[in-house]
Each structure stands twice: as C-alpha cells, then as structure tokens.
C-alpha cells in the first residue's frame, strides 16, 4: 500500500475538519428538511453505488466519475450545510481504483462536501433560492389546479451558474493542493489545465441539477425529478464509453510505438518527440485542435513500417547493401498497409506512408513533388528531421537548437516544405524545445540532473568526431567534394546525421536517418 506523505495526511486531515465543520450547523438545525436530505442523499449514494454493483459494474465506464448533478440540486434545494451532508454517503462510497481506497474515500467526501458548502452560500448571496421558485394558488400554466412552485426563468440561471462555478473552483482548488502536497508536484504546475477541463461539464451538471431542483418543486414533486435524471445520467455513460474509446485508442498507439522501439532500440523515445514537434509546427501553422491531434499520432506512428523490416537490418554495424536500402525504404508502405484499417487515425495514414517524400521529387516511396506530398506528411518530414540532429544515440551525438534549425533552413526547397521550416523555427523561438522524456536514457538524466548529451536539456556537445571547427555541417567524410548536401536516399539533411563510429553510419543511414 502505497504511504503518504506527512503533508498529504495533514492536508487531508484539514479537509475532513473543514468538512466537518461545513456539515455540523446542520446536525443541530431545527429547520433542516430532513426528508429532502434524505432522499438526495439516497439518490446520490445511489448513483454512485451502480458504478461498484457486481451486476451492473462491467456496464458502467469508470471514467463516468461523480454523478454531479444530484448534488447540485442539492445545492439549489437545501441550505448551505445540508448540502453538504448530502455529498457525504456518494463520496464515502464512490468507485476508487488506486490504493489506499478509505484514504481517497475520505477525501473524496471530504472535498465534495466542502464544495457543495461554498457552492450552497454562493447560490444564497445571489438569492437564488428565490428566484428557484415562488409559491402560487394555480396550476403550472397559472390557471386552475393544485399549488405548486414557478422558477423565475431566465434569472433562475445567473445564481445557479454562479454556484456550479463555486464548486468547480473549490474542487480544482483542493485537486491541486492534494498533487502538490502527495504527488510531489510543483506548484507552480499543479493547478495547470485543471479547471479548463472541469469547467464545462461541472456548468452542465449545474444545469441539469437545476432542472432537477425545479422539477423537483413542482407539484409532480420528487418524481418528476427523475425523468432529469434518467437522461442525463445516460448522456454521462455515452460520454464516458466515449473516453474509454479514446483511451483504447491512445493503448494501441502506444503498444505500437513500444513494438517499434523495442525493435529498434537505437531510437527509442523518437516517435513521441517527433510527435511533439508536429503538433508544435501545426499549431504554429493555425490548425485546428482535431487536426492537430491527428498530426500528432501521424507523428508518433510515422515510423511504424519498421515492424515490417527485418531487425538484422535496423541493427546492422556495417554499410548496407543497395537492395538492403531498398528493403529499409519500403517502410512507409509497410506502415501505411498495417494502419489502413485503424478508422481512427484518419489524415494521419497519408503522413506516416509520404513522410520520406521530399519537395524536390527525390524522395520516396512515390517521388512525389512539392504540394502533391500531403501537408500532414511534410510536417512529420521536418518533425523527423529536426529530432534526429537534436537527439543523442549510440551513432551519433545531439546537435544544438540552433544548428539543427540552420540545418532545416539550409536544405529547405530542396528536402523540406520552406512553410513548415520557418513553423518550427517560429514555434521553437517562442515556446522553446522541451522534449517529452521517455528514454530510460532521458530518465536517467531526470533522476541524477547530469545531461548525458548537448541539445536543449544540457550543455552543446562538440562537433561529431573526425569533424573540425568550420566543417560544412552538410558534409560528412565519405562523401565526394561537390555532392549536393541533403542528397542521401535516406531522406534527411545531410547534416542531420552526426558522424558515427566506423562501420556504423552507412548502415543506419539507410534507415532513415531520423526514422
């Protein structure tokens, strides 16, 4: 099991004493509408009771969370402090996969209940229990019939957005003091992203609770409120199949990409930066969020087709063959038959088969020319170029930043889309270039903060052995006086590749070189 830190305890013991003292006017309240509490306390013990039921557990998505809702009615129902008594069974009870299971059980009461309090006062300050209803002798429509409540529609739903806010703000507010204080996370990075992802669906939740409550106090009463949430509760399953989809999605990305490095071991950690640096050069370029996500997985698989080449060739010592290149070269057909039934990825099929294509017609596997190579394929291109000048491996060691830009700038025209050249550069300039740590190279530099290599993480490394100060960085010793610098069928610059060690560099040339 796994143990706390000393500042988590203390902070999670100040969350149940602030819980405590949210719910405890309650207890000794004459007024407090027991029966009300009662029933959304079922209701919500309910809801979150199906998520753990034997018969319905493997129906239900664990990503469907806390069923939110209910407690929001609370809030627009009861007082401030009964509220919080009703967050208190669901939390206790709610569907926990990581250990210690009381502990995050505890604080998963803890913190609702605490929200659901502020939440309650916001909803209060505003006046929001008067505009939720206002008793009246007549039907629903204002006629005859039996007395009920009429919400003040559309001002009914300022108080409530503002107490769904309250208790977004107040949960984000104590996830990130709880990664701080047990994941050990800065603070500085803690609270990142976390309310832009929970705003939203905490403002929908705040609507349909209100729906709730209004129903609720209808002359229907209580039942009535159900028929909220039945469909809300199945809108959050479809919602939630849809994040375990995305999720599956995500493992048989990384299953490949883990097939892919333990199968080529000299370039592991690859796939996810040329990924990153994709995604950076698309966003650069003004595409959308969908589009970029999808230049991002064609970034991460582009280099998929190696399962298909035989491993004595990904590792071969010495200069390869010209029918050895050629088989190597096949492996962007071999990565496009063996994702062409993968619907999800889409555009991405394209860059991961013409990612090898350059802008002058010399690449492959098509030989095709400028705007004919597909955009997504052109951005991979300089993606894949850029990471293999700036990362260390056995062959070769990490160039700087700049080097590797200028070199990208240098052979842009010939090899490389000019446009997306001057994304990255305009990406890098602005943002910088942190690679995403995968290796258990980069790891090891993580834990010990000694660089193995130059590039962004650590100190420039000296120029590739056999190499002196003012060489051509497009030239490489083997290579004839005058050859056009950028012309290697392995379809990068040709200062992308640093020197190897003898009998090492012609044979990984022919892989791709950045590949």
């Given at each position: 099991m796994?143990?706390?830190?000393?500042?988590?305890?203390?902070?999670?013991?100040?969350?149940?004493?602030?819980?405590?003292?949210?719910?405890?006017?309650?207890?000794?309240?004459?007024?407090?509408?027991w029966v009300t509490v009662a029933l959304l306390a079922a209701l919500y013990l309910g809801c979150e009771l199906v998520k753990v039921c034997p018969l319905l557990g493997s129906r239900v998505p664990e990503g469907i969370g806390s069923f939110f809702p209910v407690l929001l009615a609370a809030v627009f129902l009861l007082p401030p402090s009964a509220a919080a008594l009703v967050a208190l069974p669901g939390g206790l009870a709610g569907l926990v996969v990581e250990r210690p299971a009381w502990v995050r059980r505890v604080w998963h009461g803890a913190q609702q209940a605490t929200a659901a309090w502020a939440a309650g006062h916001t909803y209060a300050l505003l006046h929001g229990p008067a505009t939720l209803g206002a008793a009246h002798s007549g039907g629903l429509s204002g006629g005859s019939g039996p007395p009920g409540w009429v919400a003040d529609f559309p001002y009914a739903m300022l108080p409530a957005a503002a107490a769904a806010v309250t208790f977004c703000l107040v949960l984000t507010a104590l996830d990130g003091g709880i990664l701080v204080t047990a994941e050990r996370r800065p603070a500085a990075t803690a609270w990142r992203g976390l309310l832009t992802r929970s705003l939203a669906p905490h403002c929908l939740h705040g609507l349909a609770g209100l729906m709730m409550a209004v129903m609720w106090r209808s002359p229907y009463g209580p039942p009535a409120a159900l028929l909220v949430l039945l469909p809300m509760y199945i809108s959050c399953w479809v919602f939630?199949?849809?994040?375990?989809?995305?999720?599956?999605?995500?493992?048989?990305?990384?299953?490949?990409?883990?097939?892919?490095?333990?199968k080529d071991r000299y370039t592991r950690g690859h796939s996810e930066r040329v990924g990153q640096a994709s995604a950076m050069i698309a966003r650069e370029l003004g595409m959308g969020e969908d589009r970029l996500e999808v230049v991002r997985i064609a970034g991460i698989l582009h280099d998929v087709g190696k399962l298909g080449v035989p491993t004595r060739l990904l590792r071969k010592d010495g200069p390869l063959t010209p029918q050895e290149r050629r088989i190597i070269e096949l492996h962007p057909e071999y990565g496009h038959e063996m994702v062409r039934g993968i619907g999800f990825l889409g555009e991405a099929r394209s860059a991961i088969l013409h990612h090898h294509e350059r802008v002058d017609g010399s690449g492959y596997p098509y030989g095709l020319t400028g705007e004919q190579i597909p955009v997504l394929a052109r951005v991979v291109a300089v993606a894949d170029a850029f990471d293999a000048m700036t990362s260390t491996r056995s062959y070769s060691r990490a160039r700087p930043v700049p080097t590797a830009l200028a070199e990208l700038e240098r052979c842009a025209g010939a090899q490389f889309?000019?446009?997306?050249?001057?994304a990255l550069a305009g990406a890098i300039g602005r943002h910088g270039w942190h690679p995403v740590v995968t290796s258990d190279d980069d790891l090891q530099v993580i834990a010990t903060g000694a660089p193995a290599g130059g590039g962004p993480g650590g100190p420039?490394?000296?120029?590739?052995?056999?190499?002196?100060p003012g060489t051509e960085p497009g030239t490489e010793p083997g290579t004839e006086p005058g050859t056009e610098p950028g012309t290697e069928p392995a379809g990068e610059p040709a200062g992308a590749l640093a020197v190897p060690p003898p009998g090492r560099g012609a044979g990984r040339r022919g892989t791709g070189g950045g590949a």
């Open positions: 796994r143990v706390l830190p000393p500042g988590a305890r203390g902070y999670i013991l100040c969350a149940v004493l602030a819980a405590f003292a949210c719910a405890a006017p309650a207890l000794t309240d004459a007024g407090t509408p939630a199949q849809y994040h375990r989809e995305r999720a599956a999605h995500r493992a048989t990305i990384r299953a490949l990409v883990q097939a892919v490095d333990i889309d000019p446009a997306m050249v001057r420039a490394l000296p120029g590739p052995p056999g190499t002196e």
